[in-house]
């Protein structure tokens, strides 16, 4: 099976200005993710998608292909990412090279590595799913069971639609929070049912110590807590 990986790194950003390319522990954002594709032995091959000049010298100093510069409407703040997606196999097509799939790696999650892709990719081929999603749980406490919506009246229901009803933790299953990581696709259904998301659709569960997802400041400075931690500083 053929499998792109494809990192999409724009350089607009208003959380943390310059997000991707910006230092963390001594090295840019973006390296982090560059390292971990170029590690995989699964993927056919890792490209980075960007519209940004200096952003794409990054990913070519990270070793890293860049083979085209994004259009700009596809890199703007409300951008979906299934056009970011389509436009690299496009692209890539025009070229003769056609993937099965699409292994979707986020620079904002810097701590995967090559061997939970290669983990990922094998257990999307085994199960014959549509799309693989990385996975962390989270406290049963906190399942939409034991959630409720509250209207303007001070009602509340059942965030899962049922009659309230006292449930026991025990007795629910563990849920799951989607941790963004890795997403892979099938290019059939990027391409035919025009989402991500296919019918079946499979977890690899992630070490949630490193489940870390720069999106603000305070999640960088656990980022840089994590490096300084694995790296014995204080």
Same mark, same amino acid.
């Given at each position: 099976?053929?499998?792109?990986?494809?990192?999409?790194?724009?350089?607009?950003?208003?959380?943390?200005?310059?997000?991707?390319?910006?230092?963390?522990?001594?090295?840019?954002?973006?390296?982090?993710?560059?390292?971990?594709?170029? =590690?995989?032995?699964?993927?056919?091959? *890792?490209? %980075?998608? *960007? @519209?940004?000049?200096?952003?794409?010298? *990054?990913?070519?100093?990270?070793?890293? @292909?860049?083979?085209?510069?994004?259009?700009?409407?596809?890199?703007?703040?409300?951008?979906?990412?299934?056009?970011?997606?389509?436009?690299?196999?496009?692209?890539?097509? @025009?070229?003769? =090279? =056609?993937?099965?799939?699409?292994? %979707?790696?986020?620079?904002?999650?810097?701590?995967?590595?090559?061997?939970?892709? #290669?983990?990922?990719?094998?257990?999307?081929?085994?199960?014959?799913?549509?799309?693989?999603?990385?996975?962390?749980?989270?406290?049963?406490?906190?399942?939409?069971?034991?959630?409720?919506?509250?209207?303007? #009246?001070?009602?509340?229901?059942?965030?899962?639609?049922?009659?309230?009803?006292?449930?026991?933790?025990?007795?629910? &299953?563990?849920?799951?929070?989607? &941790?963004?990581?890795?997403?892979?696709?099938?290019?059939?259904?990027?391409?035919?049912?025009? *989402?991500?998301?296919? &019918?079946?659709?499979?977890?690899?569960?992630?070490?949630? @110590?490193?489940?870390?997802?720069?999106?603000?400041? #305070?999640?960088?400075?656990?980022? =840089?807590?994590? %490096?300084?931690?694995?790296?014995? &500083?204080?």
């Amino acid at each position: 099976m053929k499998i792109l990986g494809l990192i999409p790194a724009r350089g607009g950003s208003k959380g943390i200005p310059r997000k991707n390319i910006k230092l963390l522990h001594g090295k840019p954002l973006l390296c982090y993710t560059a390292r971990a594709g170029l =590690e995989s032995t699964l993927l056919t091959k *890792t490209i %980075l998608s *960007t @519209e940004d000049g200096e952003i794409a010298q *990054t990913g070519r100093d990270c070793g890293l @292909e860049v083979p085209f510069l994004r259009p700009a409407e596809l890199a703007e703040d409300q951008s979906p990412t299934l056009p970011v997606i389509l436009h690299a196999l496009d692209f890539l097509a @025009e070229r003769g =090279e =056609e993937y099965d799939a699409v292994c %979707l790696l986020q620079p904002t999650s810097p701590f995967r590595d090559g061997e939970v892709i #290669d983990a990922c990719i094998r257990l999307f081929m085994e199960s014959s799913a549509d799309t693989l999603i990385t996975i962390v749980p989270f406290p049963k406490e906190y399942s939409p069971y034991f959630m409720y919506c509250r209207d303007n #009246d001070g009602v509340v229901r059942n965030y899962m639609g049922e009659k309230t009803k006292v449930v026991r933790r025990q007795d629910v &299953e563990q849920p799951y929070l989607r &941790e963004g990581s890795v997403y892979i696709t099938s290019t059939k259904v990027l391409r035919g049912d025009k *989402t991500i998301y296919g &019918e079946k659709v499979v977890g690899y569960p992630m070490d949630p @110590e490193k489940s870390i997802n720069i999106d603000s400041m #305070d999640d960088w400075q656990r980022a =840089e807590e994590y %490096l300084r931690k694995i790296h014995g &500083e204080h």
